[in-house]
């Protein structure tokens, strides 16, 4: 399968291939000819599978075959639940539209909204947004969705996780009735089920797994460590390894901000990623990442969402994540691309528990090591480990029922959707 036989215009193709790729992705192969016909789409994607360029192809060749000469008024709406989401994709809709005559800008909130505006009123065909700017740009009457033929919304359940429902109803009020509508999302929980019915019309069910499945390139292994020595423990792996580029996840901001500040005591160059950092100190930190400036990257999960960093070698959990599809969305930074990846999990005796859900959802046990020399003595304390506050919207979206900690199965699930009703609106 190529690019070609899917249907693509000579300018995208040349696109494609500057960025070098070769074959469509799994899920290119799915989306692009049944977005290029109109049709809606339901599509279960993760980062990692190319899922962006799934749906920003197809959408750059609607739009440039039926583009009008004078007016830009805005077509297409791609929202993301955060800033670096919508940044990236930006980043991905302005190198596949490098050959067209299709004009593209990002707003996210955090910034100075001039600029924006000025951009937009400039007159744009494709607008990337996350929620709350976009409506405090259409409040002020500086942009206006009245004409988009196209809505995307990607990352579709991290959205509602993360409190955006009401803003995302308000939006779609705001635009014609008559569009065609893609719905990304890594899961399907009954919010999603109930969101996809009111939005899209007759969908095409589109589903890929990751091309980095955990079990195929991932090579996942979990060391128990005492959690007074984890610190020692995540710098003598990078030190020894002599790891270059590694992804470091913490539950919480706090937590991410401490070890970042030992590491770089430690002579390891580390920047820490979260909610609470300004855009700029974010996009920084990134950039330093991508260059190899900066070794280790300390992340919090709705930070890391989405980050789009090529070809990562290492992630380390530093604590495991009390929500279980969080580890499968961490696991998916490594070995993206093709490559493989090594994922490893520091875990303290009180976070067992974790683990156990981890595995029930993996399906698999992940093999259990320690490191020499830190050989765990602690007893379990009966407390649960400190839990993550995600989101900077609404805290709610990590905390696990208190009523879980028994080891009745298939719990965490059905509780994490009960939870999720409760949001923003
Ligand atoms: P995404 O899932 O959209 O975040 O894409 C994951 C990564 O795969 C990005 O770094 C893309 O640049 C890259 N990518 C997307 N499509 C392809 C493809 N067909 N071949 C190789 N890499 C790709």
Redesign the pocket.
């Known amino acids: 399968m190529s ?1 070609k036989s899917l249907g693509l215009i000579p300018e995208l193709l040349e696109a ?1 291939s500057k ?7 799994l ?2 192969e799915k989306t692009i000819p049944i977005i290029l016909e109109g049709r809606d789409v339901l599509a279960s ?10 749906f920003t192809l197809p959408l750059l060749q609607k739009l440039d075959a039926t583009r009008k000469q004078r007016h830009r008024p805005i077509r297409a709406l791609i929202l993301t639940p955060t800033r670096e989401l919508a940044a ?2 930006h980043e ?1 809709v302005r190198e596949y539209s490098a050959f067209l005559n299709i004009k593209s800008t990002v707003i996210f909130g955090g910034v100075n909204a001039k600029p924006q505006i000025k951009t937009i009123r400039g007159g744009i065909d494709i607008l990337v947004a996350t929620p709350g700017r976009l409506l405090d740009l259409e409040n002020q009457r500086a942009l206006s969705l009245g004409r988009v033929e196209i809505l995307v919304l990607d990352e579709a359940d991290r959205m509602l996780d993360m409190g955006f429902l009401r803003d995302i109803k308000k939006v779609i009020s705001l635009m014609p009735k008559q569009r065609q509508n893609l719905l990304f999302s890594a899961t399907f929980s009954k919010d999603i089920k109930k969101l996809a019915q009111g939005l899209l019309n007759r969908p095409v069910l589109i589903e890929a797994e ?1 091309e980095n499945t955990t079990a195929e390139k991932v090579n996942q292994k979990t060391y128990r460590v005492d959690k007074g020595d984890k610190v020692e423990v995540a710098i003598k792996l990078i030190a020894d390894g002599n790891w270059k580029q590694v992804l470091v996840f913490t539950r919480t901001k706090h937590r991410a901000n401490k070890l970042s500040e030992k590491l770089v005591k430690a002579g390891i160059s580390s920047a820490a990623i979260h909610g609470n950092k300004s855009q700029g100190a974010r996009t920084k930190a990134l950039a330093g990442f991508k260059s190899g400036k900066i070794r280790v990257l300390v992340a919090t999960d709705i930070a890391a969402r ?1 980050l ?3 070809l990562l070698p290492h992630v380390i959990n530093f604590e495991l994540p009390n929500i279980p599809e969080d580890y499968v969305h961490r696991i998916g930074r490594t070995g ?3 490559a493989s990846g090594e994922a490893i999990s520091l875990v303290e005796v009180d976070e067992k528990e974790y683990l156990r859900d981890i595995e029930k959802l993996l399906g698999e046990k992940l093999p259990s090591e320690v490191v020499e020399g830190f050989e765990p003595t602690d007893k379990p304390s009966g407390k649960k480990p400190q839990q993550g506050g995600g989101g900077n919207r609404n805290n709610s979206r990590k905390s696990r029922p208190q009523n879980n900690s028994n080891k009745k199965s298939g719990g965490g699930n059905n509780n994490r959707n009960r939870n999720r009703n409760k949001r923003r609106d």
Do not use: C, E, H, L
């Not at 960025?19 to 992705?25: A, D, L, R």
């Not at 994607?45 to 799934?54: E, I, L, N, P, V």
């Open positions: 690019f494609v960025q070098g790729y070769t074959t469509p992705s899920i290119q994607a993760q980062t990692g599978t190319g899922k962006t360029a799934g990236q994709v991905n990751p989405g789009d960093i090529p993206r691309a093709g």
